[in-house]
């Protein structure tokens, strides 16, 4: 299982809500804390496939940078509005490509 550290990824930022403000995502535990208590529709391919990648990431069968992938495919499908900034620091960091939903 990862640590605290290691579970961490680049910030990304969603909004779930009319009304509310946007949540900083930069965990593979909040992504799944997100996705199971806040997230507007369950049961979208995408929406699975990232909770996979949460389960993924915390027992270390695939590696943590899977998970944004999956949570911005999430968002897509489910229409829920997310920023993801991208500096020169983060450029060079590889990041996995999430398997796109068809």
């Known amino acids: 299982m990862c640590s605290h550290m290691s579970c961490q990824f680049p910030t990304i930022w969603v909004l ?8 900083p995502i930069d965990s593979v535990i909040a992504a799944a804390e997100l996705l199971l208590g806040a997230w507007p529709s369950a049961g979208g391919k995408a929406y699975l496939r ?3 990648a949460c389960l993924d990431a915390l027992q270390d069968s695939e590696p943590v940078g899977v998970v944004p992938g999956a949570l911005m495919l ?3 499908e489910a229409f829920v509005s997310y920023i993801r900034v991208v500096s020169d620091t983060t450029v060079g960091e590889p ?3 999430a398997r796109r939903v068809n």
């Open 16 to 23: 779930t809500g009319v009304g509310e403000r946007y949540k």
């Open 95 to 97: 990041m996995v490509p």
């Open 50 to 52: 990232a909770l996979q």
């Open 74 to 76: 999430a968002a897509d």
